[in-house]
């Protein structure tokens, strides 16, 4: 069985890096975790249809960010979108609520606490042939 | 002495006699026209002491009841044989003239120039009415009119009336009406000086009186409003202040923010690369006591993060159901006066469809106070200031949106500055601290919501903000 692929997209390398050793280490191999240098390049991971967990911030001002979570939403509307934030205001949440993310998590937090909150989004991961083509997601925090 | 010389003496005698009858008789004449003279003197400076006297209490008199009391009182003694006195005013409300002295008769005249009141009320000056002049006067009344008069006086019906109209620079108010005895004093043309006298002092004190009445009126009402005035400005000014206040806290509050969200992505990763490090740390290894207090601090430090950040976002305990119709009302009577020396038309078209929110109260009504005096600077010559709530909603399974838009016709905004119009500390104005619109979006921003602009040079500006029904 091939492993399953998490995708981060953070502006911050640091983060990003950090996130990425981290899901890695804990997740162990069953999970390819892989940090994508752009929004564009994490969009196009996930256009590609072998993404399970999508891990996003869109930070402040953070324009291309929210266009991958919409662009998502729109085309990839299966792939669990996690917002893994540095900016956490309720008009974020409101908005990402609004475009249909289920997760979300504010940091610092810790890597304990993350990952039962990522291994829950990846168990909501469908089975490809049974993607519905849903627009209006429900959202939870 | 002659015989002749005799006759002669006894006819100048006889002359003189007769001389003598005349002159006596004469002097009984002069002397009778000089008691008349007299008489008539005494009379008339008793008269002058009568008006004198009236006008030295008109004087001192503080209401119109006692002036019309004191002049029936005196007329009756200025004119002997007076069976009775009536002092008729005109009541407005009435449209009539109704009896005022003495009080405890009620007659009340409406049509023009009805009985002897309605006549002294047209009259232009003092006039006297003698016999059948007065019987055809008192045809004019009603039976009952004719009852209530009879009764106020002690001989009906009168044989005489002296009249006089109660006016002041050419404006009538009431009149005076003295009726005579059937067998006493008949009153004499020599009566209208004094009759329109009186009536004249009684005209100016009564006039003096409803006009210090109404001064006064109007300086109570001058106080009132002077008041309400003084009231309205230190409303203004303390939420004026509040708001100064809560921008610049909400400033402090904004860098804080800001600052915390910046520290939150090293923090994460400090923390957790800390956490990576442990995990291939051996169970006894000495670093393990270090990275523990590196965990600890961090913690801290993610705490006084979280401090400085929730110092920016209203409580929850402050969030409650909030009728945003009526923050809007509130807002607009806070600013009522501002409005009226500004010489701005305000207009509220608030949609009864707008529900209740869960929102924090104070901070949107800083937001449309903001706004709303923004669009009164930005209409030094007057204008309209028009308020508009709509409930929007894009499908029928969409969320709903509540709309306000607060529209002014002022000067509108240069297109140069409207992409900075929420920085902080960007301002156009003089005294401006260029906090106000930067706190009010980020107050809204906080709700969930956001500002839109409009602006148009010399037409006006339209600041629409759009809240979710739904919020967190």
Redesign the interface.
Known sequence: MPARQIQISDD?P??A???Q??LQ?LLGNAYNVIVAPTPNAAWLACAHGNVDLLIV?P??GSGSASALVRAMHAFRPTTPIFVLT??????L??KMR?LGVKYYA???????DLLPLVTTALRTTPLPEAFPLRL?AHCSR | MGEGELEQLQLRIAVLERNLTEAKAHAEIVEREAALQVSRAVELNARLSAILSICAALLISRDVDTVVRLVVHEAAHLFPGTSAAHLFMIDSEQNALVLRAPGDQSIVLKQPGEGLAGKAFLSPRAMLMVGPQVEEALEDLSREQIASLSASMDHWPPYSALLAPLRVEGQRFGSLVLYGGVHAHLYHPRDLPFIQALADLAAVAIDELNQHTHAAALQRDLALTQTLHAEAEARLNTAQAQLLQSAKLAAVGELSASVAHEINNPLYAARNSLYLVEQDLAEDAPQRAFLSIAQQELGRIARIITRMRDFYRPAKAELAATNINSLLRETLELVQTHLRHSRINANADLSAEIPLIVAHADQLRQVFLNIILNACDAMPDGGDLRLKTRLLQARSESPTTIAIDICDTGMGIPAEHRPHLFEPFYTTKAHGTGLGLAISAHIVTQHGGRILVESERNQGTTFSILLPTANE
Do not use: C, E, M, W
């Open positions: 911050d640091a983060a890096l950090i996130t050793r981290g280490s911030d930070g402040a540095a900016y956490d205001t309720p008009g949440r409101a609004d504010a940091k610092p937090i810790d890597f304990k209006n």
